[in-house]
């Protein structure tokens, strides 16, 4: 996440959130998404820490190895090579030419090993892929691990300025995640739409899941480049109050990682984004 100051976060105590996971196992997805679902385990989740990439220039290549380990083919992994920037991107095609772009970035700063910021968002990428991947969506989900995030969100703000704007309206949301891994998840409301906040809290209401929402001073994510496209876009994180003893320091190691915390991040998400194939594309517009 670039830029962090001080702000008041949302925490739950940690044995509170071992205790949510079986919550979340149970939790609802769209009924009509459930033929071919495959999801992970929280113990699955906590083994793709096991090793963590903790230098930038083999990041990249990391991303596009842990989704060939979940299952994605090569013919729908690309690199897209902008002048400053790389970023992954893999496809899950649907039936029609709406997409929802699923996001987070693969860089990290130059203290630390960038495991919570933002390795827990590339480890929660590629299970919504796994567990998406055999399921027959209308829309398309568009991967992508951004590039050059602490940079200044150079890789996304390259991806939304390529959009053309004859295919604007095909993009119906976009849905980023960054620093997963402290805490409960929560929307960074300076860096996500309104209404798609308002459908996250709902969603983590009926999964019964402790759920938070705040402005994050000083600070940014990916999201906000789609929003400037006026493409509707969130962030969730789990950053915590603790964040400046870990992000964007020599402590962001992978001992670290909450898994749980990572865990019930991917489960909302999971759930959040077949609510959004069930949606209309112009509904949080």
């Not at 649907?94 to 970035?105: C, F, L, N, P, Q």
């Not at 300025?161 to 309206?169: P, T, V």
């Amino acid at each position: 996440m670039k830029a962090l100051r001080r702000s008041k976060l949302f925490a739950v105590p940690a044995l509170l959130l071992f205790t949510l996971c079986a919550a979340a196992a149970a939790a609802p997805v769209s009924v009509r998404a459930q033929e071919g679902l495959k999801i992970s385990t929280l113990e699955q989740i906590g083994e793709e820490f096991s090793s963590v990439p903790c230098k930038n220039e083999e990041r990249l290549a990391a991303a596009k190895a842990l989704f060939e380990k979940v299952g994605a083919p090569a013919s729908d992994i690309s690199v897209d090579h902008f002048k400053d920037v790389d970023n992954l991107v893999v496809l899950k095609r649907g039936t029609s030419a709406e997409k929802i772009v699923i996001g987070a970035h693969y860089d990290k700063v130059s203290n630390g090993c960038g495991a919570i910021d933002n390795w827990t968002g590339i480890v929660t990428l590629a299970h919504l892929y796994k567990s998406l991947k055999d399921v027959t969506l209308k829309k398309t989900l568009v991967f992508v691990a951004f590039g050059k995030e602490e940079k200044g969100l150079i890789g996304s703000h390259a991806m939304a300025g390529a959009i053309k704007k004859e295919e604007l309206g095909q993009y119906c949301v976009m849905v980023n995640f960054d620093s997963l891994g402290m805490g409960a998840p929560q929307v960074a409301d300076n860096m996500s739409s309104d209404k798609l906040g308002d459908l996250v809290a709902t969603l983590a209401l009926e999964m019964k899941m402790p759920f938070g929402r705040a402005v994050i001073e000083g600070a940014d994510a990916d999201s906000s480049s789609f929003i400037a496209k006026k493409i509707p876009a969130l962030t969730i994180h789990g950053v915590t109050s603790d964040w400046p003893k870990v992000l964007h320091s020599s402590g962001d190691q992978p001992a670290k990682v909450n898994t749980t915390s990572v865990y019930l991040g991917y489960r909302l998400a999971l759930y959040l984004i077949t609510r959004l194939e069930d949606s209309a594309c112009s509904a949080y517009k």
